[in-house]
C-alpha cells in the first residue's frame, strides 16, 4: 500500500472532502492552516505545509511540518528547536541542481515532499535510484489521479507516496483505491491430476501481456471460479519456436483467470489494457497488463484434478505438448503428458463469484 496525502489548501468543498478522505482512511491531511488540523481522528497524520509562508512560533496539532530550506532553514536544525513534531523537505525541481537537492533529501530526509514541474518522469526515477537505501519517504506531488498511478510505479518501485489536491468529492476514493498497487498474495495447493481427456475442438485464448514473466511464473485459470490450476508462460525453450515470455498460453475461451481487486475475469473478455494476476510458485503475486488477447481455434484437452480436501478443479486448454502448467518446485509439465496422479499448483478461492466479485452466497459450478 502507497501513502495518500490529501492537500485540501485549494479545495472549495473542504468539509465535504474531508469526509470522504477520513472515511477512505488516507495516511495524512496536508493543510497550510493550522486551525484545519484540530479535531482530526489520530487515525490520519497531520500535515502543516506553509508553502510561501512564514512558520509560527507553535505547530499546534501537527504531527509532520513540510518546510522549503531556502525560506525556513534546514529541516535537522528545526528538529532541534521543535522535538515535538517531524519535518519534512519540500524541492520543487526544475533543473540538474535542484535534482540533486532532492536527490540529497531523499538520502537524508524523514519525508521529501517531491514537485517535478516537467512531465517525463526521468527525474523522479533518478531521486528513487538515490533513495534506494534510505529509511526517508519520498512523497511525490501528481495532479490527478492518472498521473498518481504512474508515479506509483515508476522504475518498479514508484515512489513511497502521493500528495494530491481533489478537484471535487470522489478524488480520494479514486486515489485511494490507486494506491492500492499490488495483489495480496495467494496460498497454492498442490492439486492431484485424476483424468484427462482429448474434447476436440473450440476456441483458447493466448494472453499477450507488457510484462516478462519469471520461469516459476504465469497465470492461474479454470473452469470454475474455486479452482484455478498455475499456467505457466512460454519463458521454457520450445523445439520450432522462439520462447515468448511475454505470453501465457491461457486456455478456454469460457476460463476463469484472476485480474485486479481479486476479481475474476473470463479469458474472452481480456483485451488490451485489462490487468491480470501474475502469480508464481511460492504464491507471490503482481498485476500485469494485457497488451494482447489471441483467441483462435484450437484442439482441446480437459485436465480434472483434485484437492487434499476433495474440492475439483477443471482447466481446459490447447492440446498441444507445448502447452504448459507448473508443478511443485517449479516443474513445468507438458499439457499433454498429464496423467492421474501427478501433481500441479492451483488455487482454491473460498468465495463464489458474481459478476466477477467474490461474495458468499450458494453456487454450483460443474
Given at each position: 500500500?502507497?501513502?495518500?496525502?490529501?492537500?485540501?489548501?485549494?479545495?472549495?468543498?473542504?468539509?465535504?472532502?474531508?469526509?470522504?478522505?477520513l472515511?477512505?482512511?488516507?495516511?495524512?491531511?496536508?493543510?497550510?492552516?493550522?486551525?484545519?488540523?484540530?479535531?482530526?481522528p489520530?487515525?490520519?497524520?497531520k500535515v502543516?505545509?506553509?508553502?510561501?509562508?512564514?512558520?509560527p512560533a507553535?505547530?499546534?496539532?501537527?504531527d509532520?511540518?513540510?518546510v522549503?530550506?531556502?525560506r525556513?532553514?534546514?529541516?535537522?536544525?528545526?528538529?532541534?528547536?521543535?522535538?515535538e513534531?517531524e519535518?519534512?523537505r519540500?524541492?520543487?525541481?526544475?533543473?540538474?541542481?535542484?535534482?540533486e537537492?532532492a536527490?540529497?533529501?531523499?538520502?537524508?530526509e524523514r519525508?521529501?515532499v517531491?514537485l517535478?514541474?516537467?512531465?517525463?518522469k526521468?527525474?523522479?526515477?533518478?531521486?528513487?535510484?538515490?533513495?534506494?537505501?534510505?529509511?526517508?519517504s519520498?512523497?511525490?506531488?501528481?495532479?490527478?489521479?492518472?498521473?498518481?498511478?504512474?508515479?506509483?510505479?515508476?522504475?518498479?518501485?514508484?515512489?513511497?507516496g502521493?500528495?494530491?489536491?481533489p478537484?471535487k468529492v470522489?478524488?480520494?476514493?479514486?486515489?485511494?483505491?490507486?494506491?492500492?498497487v499490488?495483489?495480496?498474495?495467494?496460498?497454492l495447493?498442490?492439486?492431484?491430476?485424476?483424468?484427462t481427456?482429448?474434447i476436440?475442438?473450440?476456441?483458447?485464448?493466448?494472453?499477450?501481456?507488457?510484462?516478462?514473466?519469471?520461469?516459476?511464473?504465469?497465470?492461474?485459470?479454470?473452469?470454475?471460479?474455486?479452482?484455478?490450476?498455475l499456467?505457466?508462460s512460454?519463458?521454457?525453450?520450445?523445439?520450432?519456436?522462439?520462447?515468448?515470455?511475454?505470453?501465457?498460453?491461457a486456455?478456454?475461451?469460457?476460463?476463469?483467470?484472476?485480474?485486479?481487486?481479486?476479481?475474476?475475469?473470463?479469458l474472452?473478455?481480456?483485451?488490451?489494457?485489462?490487468?491480470?494476476?501474475?502469480?508464481?510458485?511460492?504464491?507471490?503475486?503482481?498485476?500485469?497488463?494485457v497488451?494482447?488477447?489471441?483467441?483462435?481455434?484450437?484442439?482441446?484437452?480437459?485436465?480434472d484434478?483434485?484437492a487434499p480436501?476433495?474440492?475439483?478443479?477443471?482447466?481446459?486448454?490447447?492440446?498441444?505438448?507445448?502447452?504448459?502448467?507448473?508443478?511443485?518446485?517449479?516443474?513445468?509439465?507438458?499439457?499433454?503428458?498429464?496423467?492421474?496422479?501427478?501433481?500441479?499448483?492451483?488455487y482454491?478461492?473460498?468465495?463464489d463469484?458474481?459478476?466477477?466479485?467474490?461474495?458468499d452466497?450458494?453456487?454450483?459450478?460443474?
Amino acid at each position: 500500500m502507497k501513502l495518500v496525502w490529501l492537500d485540501i489548501r485549494t479545495v472549495g468543498a473542504r468539509q465535504a472532502v474531508l469526509e470522504e478522505a477520513l472515511h477512505q482512511r488516507v495516511d495524512a491531511v496536508v493543510t497550510d492552516d493550522l486551525a484545519d488540523l484540530e479535531g482530526l481522528p489520530p487515525t490520519v497524520k497531520k500535515v502543516f505545509f506553509p508553502d510561501g509562508k512564514e512558520l509560527p512560533a507553535e505547530f499546534g496539532a501537527a504531527d509532520v511540518v513540510v518546510v522549503d530550506p531556502r525560506r525556513h532553514g534546514l529541516p535537522a536544525e528545526l528538529a532541534v528547536r521543535h522535538p515535538e513534531v517531524e519535518f519534512g523537505r519540500f524541492t520543487e525541481i526544475i533543473d540538474a541542481p535542484t535534482l540533486e537537492d532532492a536527490c540529497r533529501s531523499a538520502r537524508d530526509e524523514r519525508w521529501s515532499v517531491l514537485l517535478f514541474r516537467d512531465p517525463t518522469k526521468i527525474p523522479l526515477e533518478i531521486v528513487i535510484a538515490a533513495a534506494a537505501r534510505s529509511t526517508g519517504s519520498l512523497i511525490t506531488v501528481a495532479q490527478d489521479v492518472a498521473e498518481a498511478e504512474i508515479i506509483f510505479g515508476v522504475l518498479e518501485h514508484g515512489s513511497d507516496g502521493v500528495m494530491m489536491a481533489p478537484r471535487k468529492v470522489g478524488d480520494a476514493t479514486a486515489l485511494k483505491a490507486a494506491a492500492e498497487v499490488g495483489v495480496a498474495d495467494l496460498d497454492l495447493t498442490e492439486l492431484t491430476v485424476t483424468a484427462t481427456e482429448h474434447i476436440g475442438m473450440g476456441e483458447r485464448a493466448c494472453v499477450d501481456t507488457c510484462s516478462h514473466f519469471r520461469e516459476d511464473e504465469g497465470i492461474l485459470v479454470g473452469s470454475h471460479s474455486k479452482g484455478m490450476i498455475l499456467c505457466v508462460s512460454e519463458t521454457h525453450p520450445l523445439p520450432y519456436m522462439p520462447t515468448r515470455p511475454f505470453r501465457v498460453n491461457a486456455g478456454a475461451i469460457h476460463s476463469y483467470t484472476i485480474g485486479k481487486d481479486e476479481r475474476t475475469n473470463y479469458l474472452s473478455e481480456l483485451k488490451a489494457g485489462s490487468k491480470v494476476t501474475a502469480v508464481d510458485i511460492k504464491g507471490q503475486t503482481r498485476l500485469v497488463t494485457v497488451g494482447r488477447v489471441k483467441i483462435e481455434s484450437r484442439p482441446l484437452i480437459s485436465i480434472d484434478a483434485e484437492a487434499p480436501d476433495g474440492r475439483k478443479v477443471n482447466l481446459i486448454l490447447q492440446d498441444d505438448w507445448h502447452v504448459r502448467v507448473l508443478g511443485p518446485g517449479g516443474s513445468v509439465l507438458n499439457s499433454t503428458e498429464l496423467k492421474p496422479g501427478d501433481k500441479v499448483l492451483g488455487y482454491l478461492p473460498l468465495e463464489d463469484r458474481h459478476v466477477g466479485y467474490p461474495i458468499d452466497e450458494f453456487c454450483l459450478e460443474k
